[in-house]
T-cell receptor, first 114, second 114 residues
Framework: KAGVTQTPRYLIKTRGQQVTLSCSPI?????VSWYQQTPGQGLQFLFE???????NKGNFPGRFSGRQFSNSRSEMNVSTLELGDSALYLC?????????????FGPGTRLTVL | AQSVTQLGSHVSVSEGALVLLRCNYS??????LFWYVQYPNQGLQLLLK??????LVKGINGFEAEFKKSETSFHLTKPSAHMSDAAEYFC????????????FGSGTRLSIRP
C-alpha cells in the first residue's frame, strides 16, 4: 500500500507570495493533519481534516488555511508569505478521527521563503 | 495538561553500544505514548506506541520502550547501535484536551560513532 505523498517536495517563494501544498493520504484513510516543523519551534500542529471538515485548528494566523476533498486528499495554503514561514510542512494521515488512531507521515514539503 | 519532555537534544554512542533516549511525560490520565524517527529530509516514521496494554513495547529496527508509571517515563532503548540508527527521534503523547491530537517532544538527535 502506498504511503502518504506530498507535493511538491521543495518550494522556493518570495515574501508576499502565496503557496499551496498538497497531500495524498494512504488509501482508505479519512483523516489528514498538517504540521509545521522548524528548528526553533519544533513540530507544531496546524489543522486536522476529517471527511472534508476541519475538526481542529492549531494556533496559527488566518494566513494558513486548508481544505480536504471528497477523495480525502488535502491542500494547505499560506497567503502573504513571511520569512518565518520557511519550514518543513508535514502531512499525516490516519484511518479515522479517534485520538488513538496511528498517524502516518509523508516526507514533507520544504518551503523556503526569500 | 499533558506534555512530553525529551532529555538531551543530542546523544552520541559508539556502534554496538546501548542506545538510551529519555522521555518523560506529564499527564493527568493514562497516556498514549509514541516514538517516531525522522531521517534527514524525510517525514516521521512510527517506531512504536504504548496504548495501555503491555508496559514493554517492542518496535521496529530492534527498538523497544518501557512505560513506567511511577517514573512517568517512556525511554527508548536498543541493545546495540547501528550506523543506520543515526537520525532524530521524537517522543509524543496524545493530548485529549487540546486541538492537536498529538504533542511532540523537542527531539533527540542520535549520532553513532564508528
Amino acid at each position: 500500500k502506498a504511503g502518504v505523498t506530498q507535493t511538491p517536495r521543495y518550494l522556493i517563494k518570495t515574501r508576499g507570495q502565496q503557496v499551496t501544498l498538497s497531500c495524498s493520504p494512504i488509501s482508505g484513510h479519512r483523516s489528514v493533519s498538517w504540521y509545521q516543523q522548524t528548528p526553533g519551534q519544533g513540530l507544531q500542529f496546524l489543522f486536522e481534516y476529517f471527511s472534508e471538515t476541519q475538526r481542529n485548528k492549531g494556533n496559527f494566523p488566518g494566513r494558513f488555511s486548508g481544505r480536504q476533498f471528497s477523495n480525502s486528499r488535502s491542500e494547505m495554503n499560506v497567503s502573504t508569505l513571511e520569512l518565518g514561514d520557511s519550514a518543513l510542512y508535514l502531512c499525516a494521515s490516519s484511518l479515522g478521527a479517534e485520538y488513538t488512531d496511528t498517524q502516518y507521515f509523508g516526507p514533507g514539503t520544504r518551503l523556503t521563503v526569500l | 495538561a499533558q506534555s512530553v519532555t525529551q532529555l538531551g537534544s543530542h546523544v552520541s554512542v559508539s556502534e554496538g553500544a546501548l542506545v538510551l533516549l529519555r522521555c518523560n511525560y506529564s499527564s493527568s490520565v493514562p497516556p498514549y505514548l509514541f516514538w517516531y524517527v525522522q531521517y534527514p529530509n524525510q517525514g516521521l516514521q512510527l517506531l512504536l506506541k504504548y496504548t495501555s496494554a503491555a508496559t514493554l513495547v517492542k518496535g521496529i529496527n530492534g527498538f523497544e520502550a518501557e512505560f513506567k508509571k511511577s517514573e512517568t517515563s517512556f525511554h527508548l532503548t536498543k541493545p546495540s547501535a547501528h550506523m543506520s540508527d543515526a537520525a532524530e527521534y521524537f517522543c509524543a503523547v496524545i493530548l485529549y484536551s487540546s486541538a492537536s491530537k498529538i504533542i511532540f517532544g523537542s527531539g533527540t538527535r542520535l549520532s553513532i560513532r564508528p
